[in-house]
């Protein structure tokens, strides 16, 4: 087990490597892909000629007996909170990164980027079960603690259950936020919840691949594990048959993500491990922003 004196120097080496991500991000995309969602209520007062009439609160009125009207704001600060899949099919890697180092980068630079826009910012982990819960807050410390955290979260021989963390965090999430769903999107079961999920809040799901899951170059045999249930199996990736299955069943996945996506209402991006970490994020905010701007 990692002692704490690493650990902190991970968490340190972190910050500095996504302080300069962040840089390179915060060029307004972030702000203006995810402000102005909206206006939140504040406060009541009595009803005064000239007050548009749909302000009205009726259920004070009734019991007062005097009109009320409801003073509305535009809300100038966000709630984000990331959901972080620690599951056993994020420990594949074929580059100089895993999934999982990938999953906790991307974490670790969503968290920097709230607390430079004033958010507020908390994480939930999950594989099987919930594994770690962090509520909403602000300031680099806060931040910090979720990089820790994220960081001491081993990823665990166990499938992803996203219904299991989108249900407990319907208990203790009680206004609207904005979700990122960080994961391979290799869930053991179809998602009941998602849908819901993003009715009430804006989610947003940052798929994270290895290039060898959607292109297998011919090696001959090779061994491989499923790191989720420890079943091995050798294959010849040289066989044509193989190779045709291997195609039928990445485009199949992908075909079903994308599905997921749009039956379920979110948007969804996708990061190699072998990719930039900022660029996706950057053309997809700037997309996004631009959709925005028509709505």
């Known amino acids: 087990m990692e002692n704490a004196h690493s650990l902190l120097k991970r968490v340190r080496r972190i910050e500095i490597t996504t302080r300069r991500l962040v840089d390179q991000l915060m060029g307004g995309e972030y702000r203006s892909a995810f402000r102005g969602r909206g206006m939140e209520f504040t406060d009541l007062r009595t009803y005064q000629e000239g007050d548009d009439p749909r302000t009205i609160e ?12 409801k003073l509305m704001t535009e809300e100038r600060e966000l709630q984000v ?3 972080l899949d620690v599951s056993g099919s994020l420990k594949f890697g074929s580059t100089s ?7 906790v980068e991307t974490a670790a630079l969503l968290a920097l980027a709230a607390v430079r826009t004033g958010d507020r910012i908390g994480m939930l982990s999950f594989a099987r079960d919930v594994v770690d819960y962090i509520p909403p807050d602000k300031g680099r410390n ?4 979720i990089v820790h955290k994220v960081l001491a979260t ?9 219904d299991k963390a989108l249900a407990f965090l319907g208990r203790v999430l009680h206004r609207k936020a904005l979700l990122f769903v960080i994961s391979d999107f290799r869930f053991g079961r179809p998602s009941k919840l998602l849908s819901a999920a993003s009715r009430r809040h804006d989610l947003v ?3 994270v691949f290895d290039p060898r899951e959607v292109n297998m170059p011919d090696v001959g045999l090779m061994r491989f594990q499923d790191p989720e249930t420890g079943r091995a199996l050798v294959v ?3 066989s044509r048959a193989w190779r045709k299955a291997f195609s039928s069943m990445v485009m199949q996945m992908n075909a079903q993500r994308e599905a997921l996506s749009r039956t379920c209402g979110f948007d969804l991006v996708s990061i190699s491990t072998s990719d930039d970490l900022v660029l996706p994020l950057r053309r997809f ?3 996004r922003r631009r959709r925005r701007s028509h709505l």
């Open 58 to 69: 009726w259920n004070v009125t009734a019991r007062t007996g005097v009109p009320h009207v």
């Open 81 to 83: 909170l990331i959901l």
């Open 97 to 103: 990164l895993t999934k999982e180092e990938r999953v």
């Open 142 to 145: 806060h931040a910090l603690t």
């Open 154 to 162: 081993r990823g665990r021989q166990e499938e992803a259950d996203i």
């Open 205 to 207: 799901g940052i798929h």
């Open 236 to 238: 010849d990736t040289g």
């Open 285 to 287: 905010f700037q997309l």
